[in-house]
Structure formats: C-alpha cells, structure tokens
C-alpha cells in the first residue's frame, strides 16, 4: 500500500532530508507534499489526501502545537496520524501532546532505523 505523507517543517533543508529518509529507508509513498508551516499544512490537507503528517514545531505563523489544535477540532483530519519531529527538549510539552492525540515523536537528530521504525509503526505497515 502506498502513502500519501505530508512534511511541515519552515526549513527547507529539512523537508528535503525527511524525503530523502522517507525514500532511503524505502517506505512506499504515493506523494510526498510539504508545507513551511500549519497554515500552509491546512491549505495541501484540504487539497489532497493525506495519510500521515511529519510536523516541526517551532515554525511561523502557525506553529506545529496549534496545528496539531486545528487538526484534532477538524472531524475530517483528526484521524489523521501525526508525527512531532522537533529538538523540542521539554517532555512536559510532548506529554501534552501525545494527550491531545499525537501518535508518537521523534528527537532531531535520530538514526534512519528509528525513523523507519516510528513511520511504520504510524502506518500500520508490518516490517
Ligand atoms: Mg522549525
């Protein structure tokens, strides 16, 4: 099954290292869209599907926290799985967000396998 798979993050050079992993450790994409920040996640969400979302947190305008806030008020996206990938140290912050329905996070910087290993398991997908 191919994935249709969303990448929120303002740097440019990120998204394009996410694609690369996401490409390297050979999960089957049907797209890949990004987005610099929440707003404009919202804007390719109402666009097309979208299986999964990788967000930062820390971007303009529309940070990853209140994007994650949009998402989960929204009853057509809150199913959607979402991925925090950040340096964000603070547990504290990420324990408020697995409570508000985040599937899972990643600390920048992380290995391929646990990439790998964090994305298929928000799939679903057996490895
Ligand atoms: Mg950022």
Redesign the pocket.
């Known amino acids: 099954m191919s994935h249709h798979i969303l990448i929120v993050?303002?740097?440019i050079l990120m998204r394009t290292a996410l694609k690369r992993t996401i490409e390297m450790v050979g999960i089957e994409t049907a797209s890949i869209s990004e987005a610099g920040n929440g707003k404009e996640a919202l804007e390719v969400l109402d666009s097309k599907p979208v299986d999964l979302i990788l967000t930062?947190l820390?971007?303009p305008e529309m940070n990853g926290v209140e994007l994650i806030h949009c998402l989960k008020e929204k009853s057509e996206y809150a199913n959607i799985p979402v991925i925090v990938i950040t340096t964000e140290s603070s547990t504290i912050r990420i324990e408020d967000l697995l409570t508000e329905g985040i599937q899972d996070y990643l600390h920048k910087p992380f290995t391929p396998e646990e990439f790998r290993e964090i994305i298929t398991r928000s799939l679903g997908i057996c490895s």
Request: zero cysteines; proline letters at 0%; glycine letters at 0%.
């Open positions: 993050d303002d740097s930062d820390n971007m």
